[in-house]
């Protein structure tokens, strides 16, 4: 069974750095392009990064505006989206996902970032 | 920058109704990367329908999707109160991702 276990949320200040990690297990997490999505309270899905699965391949959501890098440790099956300068603007559910071509994403339950002062 | 548009933004249905819900791209997509998801409270998208028409492992018979081209559909053949939720259409690509802003279904 694909697995996805987000970690790393919390709250932090505006202008705070954080980083979050998303662990694999249940399938060959070398093989698969791995998504960030997030979901701010009470709105809609948003598409924040994508890395390849040998990170040959990596994008970005415009809206971040380069303050987010995402990475990938396939020895360690992870993932990781480090975030810089947040705003409150940032504050979400974010979840990462596994994409598997054509039979759609898989999910992992999100990890909270709240940012405030 | 591929956009999709859901409608309605909200249904609500009796229990044992059929419920249609739809999702329209900007421009044509390719059916294999478009896919339905679900999502409950405080629970995170689950996958119903990938390359528009095939249902995900598990997931009840009375939901199909069909479409093509730019019009894509989510059909729930017999509501059922577990239903309840938002549903969300999906496309994705090499370097792109859009997701539709949801259809939120309730039961009357």
């Known amino acids: 069974e694909v697995q996805l276990v987000e970690s790393g949320g919390g709250l932090v200040k505006p202008g705070g750095s954080l980083r979050l990690s998303c662990a694999g297990s249940g399938f060959t997490f070398s093989d698969y392009t791995m998504h960030w999505v997030r979901q701010a309270p009470g709105q809609g899905l948003e598409w924040v990064s994508s890395?390849?699965?040998?990170?040959?391949?990596?994008f970005y959501a415009k809206s971040l505006k380069g303050r987010f890098t995402v990475s990938r440790d396939n020895a360690q099956s992870s993932l990781y989206l480090h975030m810089n300068s947040l705003g409150v603007e940032d504050t979400a559910v974010y979840y990462c996902?596994?994409?598997?071509?054509?039979?759609?994403?898989?999910w992992g339950q999100g990890t909270l970032v709240t940012v405030s002062s | 920058e591929i956009v999709l548009t859901q409608f309605p933004g909200t249904l609500s249905l009796s229990p044992g109704e059929r419920a249609t819900l739809s999702c329209r791209a900007s421009?044509?997509?390719?059916?294999?990367?478009f896919a339905w998801y679900q999502q409950k409270p405080a629970q995170a998208p689950r996958l119903l329908i990938a390359g528009a028409s095939n249902r995900a492992t598990g997931i009840p018979d009375r939901f199909s999707g069909s479409g093509s081209g730019t019009d894509f559909t989510l059909t729930i053949s017999r509501l059922d109160p577990e239903d309840v939720a938002v549903y969300y259409c999906?496309?994705?690509?090499?370097?792109?991702?859009?997701f539709g802003p949801g259809t939120k279904v309730d039961i009357k």
């Open positions: 421009q044509n997509v390719n059916s294999i990367y």
């Open positions: 996902a596994r994409e598997a071509y054509n039979r759609g994403w898989s």
């Open positions: 890395v390849s699965s040998s990170s040959l391949y990596i």
């Open positions: 999906h496309h994705y690509g090499s370097s792109f991702v859009t």
